[in-house]
């Protein structure tokens, strides 16, 4: 089943920041969601962390270093949700951040899903 958000998280490291990072995003209100971290070719033990986390929702794609748009775009490009939401390796989201998303989604459903299709 497709889930609402693609959550995009590009990584290169940020092994002090991403374990609190990801809390963030596995004790949100709203659970319908996937986790796209993608490894931009990180020297620290980044991966590791990321690996300590057994969700199912959670998937690591780990590349050569490119750069953080070329770690979003194939974020975008490996997304399986109908929306995409970003979050830097060394950011956190309160626990009702994309609940609050979704009642904007609803709020404003003229507004445009990732492929830039008005929504029905």
Not at 58 to 74: D, P
Not at 83 to 99: M, R, V
Request: aromatic share 10%; with cysteine; hydrophobic share 35%.
């Amino acid at each position: 089943m497709q889930p609402i958000f693609s959550i995009i998280i590009p990584l290169y490291n940020k092994e002090k920041a991403i374990e609190k990072t990801l809390k963030s995003v596995f004790h949100q209100s709203f659970t319908d969601y996937e986790v796209l971290v993608i490894n931009d070719g990180s020297t620290d033990k980044s991966e590791e962390k990321v690996k300590c986390f057994s969700d199912e929702r959670l998937r690591l794609i780990s590349t050569e270093n490119k750069g953080v748009s070329q770690a979003r775009n194939l974020g975008i490009n490996e997304a399986k949700g109908k929306l995409i939401a970003f979050l830097d390796a060394d950011d956190y989201w309160f626990p009702n951040h994309l609940e609050k998303l979704v009642e904007l989604h609803q709020k404003f459903p003229d507004a445009q899903d990732r492929r830039g299709m008005p929504q029905r």
